[in-house]
């Protein structure tokens, strides 16, 4: 598809943009819906886009294999990291009123940096599965010259 | 510290496996493995004899009070597995170096230590959970790390028999959840406990009975209850031989466990076994496994499948003691979730040393020829786990049908006695033809045993077989202690 103008100048226009609204969709959780879940998903959309319009390689470019498989992990421990600072500050596993002085505001702190971790594990995984499957098949020049 | 060791039984092997992903790294991804299982070990050890002494207790994830928040919950029957499952993955890891080095790509072999550690930490967190919906949670983090340990064997068979497992236990977990669903919609609770008193005098409701089904069967799936085992042979033979011996020993236990918690301490007893069909329902099922799993492991070529139909047989005995419903049949089951733990366990680590030596992704009982000649210390390690699984005296097979005959005969079921005898009868046949082809049958090949590490877990592991046997310290005085708590919350 990288034959085609009108795709690629949209494509580089909307990718930013998609990313800035994973963003928007994960810190406003707060007030409105979204969370890390649907933030990730939006965040690997836009790299899924990106490498759907310039190709795997491009893709991969712009977040390598490796980089993914260690988002997925990073993520996961991210969310048990949070969890054990609830034991290491006094209170039980996974405890956010001790995150902070103020109980309310500990469990604002607690459900951010979760939410942080679950991003980063959901877009992983998700451009570790279109890797995974785009990577199958197709000539060497198809899948990014491995 | 102590207070926190429900949470870090779970949360150790979960932390670990992300660390091995992010390390890449078989050496590191080994060291750490090992490091956690024996962690988990010393705390599932620490955890048991805190309720032994203390009596049962909880722990409020997230400080969240119960019933609203997850409550983790160890008692005298959850610390029983706790302690097999802990103990089968403090042999299995050490083992787990040469085997896996063996028999899987350089670049792959990290990922099959961090879904072994998600395996681990998914068994545990069902063991220890008291939440129906964690419960199912920790269920699927389980089954889907299995599936990828089955899923990466060295023969291409393994991706359709993990396809197999997946489809088949896909449906459990669903049904699983369904059951759960409808418990909710009735009392509005997932806390188990919670869920307990709030059924007592609703269980002739008909969603209740619908999800008494649904969790029945869903579960049954997970644990290869007799005609629901089709998933089983071949998921055992074409793993790993790391895999198989982990599952083999400890999935579809603590399935059962799952079954007993709901069978003995959410529904009520009483409506469940003398209103409905239950006890006739299990005891046919079961005797039923007992004899034609046996019968076909009798007539199986391959070893391992031989084995994995071994173990269909095996967990007939398991819910026989549901069947029976009275201490010494309870006994007899929860003692036999870690004797038949240790026996299969060893069996199967010490073939995972045969294969390795042998160069065969399969090994037929032909080919078996010599073994007694080429790995006499392996041959030997087989023949006592063989011995346990037929149940002579002296081995922790025969604690296991000592206590279920006895729980038989308190119930003047005769004909379950026999069916006892003759599955071990059975039992005989087919452990015969190991032995027969290991020490009568001339073979080729010099002597060379399996690398010392593997063949040390796998004669361990054996050994412990002759140590059940001898001292009941741990298996049977703390079934009974589980028994007893089980029967006590039912009448």
Known sequence: MKDDIILR??????????????????????????????????????????????????????????????MLAAGALLYAGVGLAGIALGGNYLDYFVLDADAVHGQ????????????????????????MFAGRGGTRDERGGE | MVEHLPALQVVLPLV????????????????????????????????????ATLGAF???????????????????????????????????????????????????QYLMYAMYCLCLAGLLGITVTGDAF????????????????????????ALVAAFQYMLMGTVGATFYVIGVGLLYLVTGTLNLA??????????????????LAFITVGIGLKLALFPLHQWLPNAYAYAPSMATAFLAATATKVSVYVLLRFYFTVFDPAALFDRLPTRETFLALSV?????????????????????????????????????????????????????????????????????RSGAA??????????????????????????????????????????????????????????????????????????????????????REAPAGMLAAGLAMAGLCVYFGFFTSINVAGASDAASFLLRGAR
């Open chain 2, 134 to 157: 964690n419960l199912f949670v920790f269920l699927e983090i389980s089954s889907l790390a299995s599936y990828v340990l089955i899923a990466l064997g060295r023969r291409r068979q």
């Open chain 2, 16 to 51: 670990a496996a992300p660390l091995i992903v992010l390390a890449r790294s078989p050496r590191f991804a080994w060291l750490a493995t090992t490091a956690v299982s024996y962690a988990c070990l010393v705390i599932a050890a620490l955890l048991a004899t805190r309720v």
């Open chain 1, 9 to 70: 100048v949209v494509a580089k226009l909307l990718t930013p943009f998609m990313l800035l609204f994973a963003l928007y969709v994960q810190f406003h959780a707060d007030f409105g819906p979204g969370g890390g879940f649907q933030a990730g998903v939006i965040a690997a959309a836009a790299v899924v886009f990106y490498a759907l319009v310039f190709g795997l390689r491009a893709g991969l470019r712009l977040v390598p294999e490796a980089v993914a498989e260690r």
């Open chain 2, 58 to 108: 909880s722990y409020a994830l997230g400080s969240w009070a119960p019933p609203w928040g997850i409550e983790y919950r160890v008692d005298a029957l959850s610390a029983f597995v706790l302690v097999a499952v802990a103990l089968t993955a403090s042999f299995v890891a050490p083992y787990a170096r040469r085997s896996i080095a063996a028999e899987l790509d350089a670049d792959r």
């Open chain 2, 288 to 356: 039923a496994a007992m004899i034609l799993a046996s019968l076909v492991a009798v007539f199986e070529r391959e070893v391992k499948r031989l084995f994995a139909w071994s173990s269909v047989a095996q967990i007939g005995y398991i819910t026989l003691g549901i069947g029976l419903e009275n201490h010494a049949g309870l006994t007899g089951s929860i003692a036999h979730l870690l004797n038949h733990g240790v026996t299969k366990g060893a069996i199967f680590l010490l073939l995972g040393g045969v294969a390795l």
């Open chain 1, 108 to 131: 604002h702190r607690g459900i951010f940096w979760v939410e942080v971790g679950v991003l980063f594990t959901v877009s992983g995984v998700m451009l570790k599965l279109f890797y």
């Open chain 2, 194 to 211: 919670d869920l307990a008193e709030r059924l007592r005098g609703v269980e002739d409701l008909r969603p209740v009975l619908a999800a």
């Open chain 2, 362 to 447: 399969s090994i037929s009982v032909g080919s078996l020829a010599g073994l007694g000649r080429r790995m006499p210390l392996t041959a030997f390690g087989l023949v006592i786990a063989g011995l346990s699984l037929i149940g002579v005296p002296g081995t922790a097979g025969f604690v296991t049908k000592w206590f279920l005959i006895l729980g038989a005969i308190e119930r003047e079921a005769w004909w379950v006695v026999g069916a006892i005898l003759a599955s071990s009868l059975i039992a005989v046949a087919y452990v015969w033809r190991l032995v027969e082809a290991a020490y009568l049958r001339a073979g080729q090949g010099t002597r």
